[in-house]
């Protein structure tokens, strides 16, 4: 048998995926390389790409095998759930000098971010009453009071500034941390006769 054979056969392999991922967070899998004729894959470069085959991630192999095994040896990659939730096809490949390039393909799943309840409850600050129809946003977020003086934004979590504004109203707004399900409360001026800029502003 000849021992001039140029190229061996290395085999590739994921594991340690955890199912769905959040969109947008980070996880960590594991990434083992072997070779067929006995090598010991220590130091090569993985890449991991997505379905358009761009990288997403690198990793580099170990130097220890895996329990059980001749020459798996392995490394953490760390990775980011893609942004769109869904099924995502990925696929780990390495080339090593002297052997044919290897793959190995594996999904990733990719869930929705969590979003959070905030209850925001707009008070008439001189008849100390609930004050319907009065907008409250955060960012993109929208909604209008009800007639228990009541909206509620979903949003995700982090920080963000909310606004309270209606016409003949002053307008306030409060910078908070959104980390779960929460209530805020405002209480905003009858001003019948607010300058034109303020019209402006908030009516444009
Ligand atoms: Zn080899």
Same mark, same amino acid.
């Given at each position: 048998?000849?021992?001039?054979? %140029?190229?061996?056969?290395?085999?590739?392999? !994921? =594991? /340690?995926?955890?199912?769905? &991922?959040?969109?947008?967070? +980070?996880? #960590?899998?594991?990434?083992?390389?072997?070779?067929n004729?006995?090598?010991?894959?220590?130091?090569?470069?993985?890449?991991?790409?997505?379905?358009?085959?761009?990288?997403?991630?690198?990793?580099?192999?170990?130097?220890? %095998?895996?329990?059980?095994?001749?020459?798996? !040896? =392995? /490394?953490?990659?760390?990775? &980011?759930?893609?942004?769109? +939730?869904? #099924?995502?096809?990925?696929?780990?490949?390495?080339?090593?000098?002297?052997?044919?390039?290897?793959?190995?393909?594996?999904?990733?799943?990719?869930?929705?971010?969590?979003?959070?309840?905030?209850?925001?409850?707009?008070?008439?600050?001189?008849?100390?009453?609930?004050?319907?129809?009065?907008?409250?946003?955060?960012g993109?977020?929208?909604?209008?009071?009800?007639?228990?003086g009541?909206?509620?934004?979903?949003l995700?979590?982090?920080?963000?500034?909310?606004?309270?504004?209606?016409q003949?109203?002053?307008?306030a707004?409060?910078?908070?941390?959104?980390?779960?399900?929460?209530?805020?409360?405002?209480?905003?001026?009858?001003?019948p006769?607010?300058?034109?800029?303020?019209?402006?502003?908030?009516?444009?």
């Amino acid at each position: 048998m000849s021992t001039e054979a %140029a190229t061996h056969t290395a085999s590739l392999a !994921v =594991w /340690g995926l955890q199912g769905p &991922v959040e969109a947008g967070h +980070p996880f #960590t899998a594991a990434v083992g390389g072997t070779c067929n004729a006995g090598c010991v894959l220590t130091s090569r470069q993985v890449e991991i790409v997505d379905a358009d085959g761009a990288t997403v991630a690198r990793a580099e192999l170990g130097d220890t %095998a895996w329990p059980g095994t001749a020459n798996l !040896v =392995w /490394g953490n990659v760390e990775l &980011v759930a893609p942004q769109t +939730p869904g #099924t995502h096809q990925w696929t780990a490949r390495i080339a090593a000098p002297g052997h044919a390039a290897a793959q190995f393909a594996f999904s990733v799943a990719s869930v929705p971010a969590p979003r959070h309840q905030l209850t925001v409850q707009v008070l008439d600050g001189t008849k100390r009453k609930p004050l319907k129809a009065a907008h409250v946003g955060a960012g993109p977020v929208h909604a209008v009071t009800d007639g228990d003086g009541r909206a509620t934004l979903l949003l995700p979590p982090g920080d963000v500034t909310i606004q309270v504004w209606k016409q003949k109203y002053s307008a306030a707004e409060q910078a908070l941390h959104v980390g779960g399900d929460a209530e805020v409360s405002f209480t905003i001026r009858y001003v019948p006769d607010k300058d034109p800029q303020y019209v402006r502003d908030f009516w444009a």
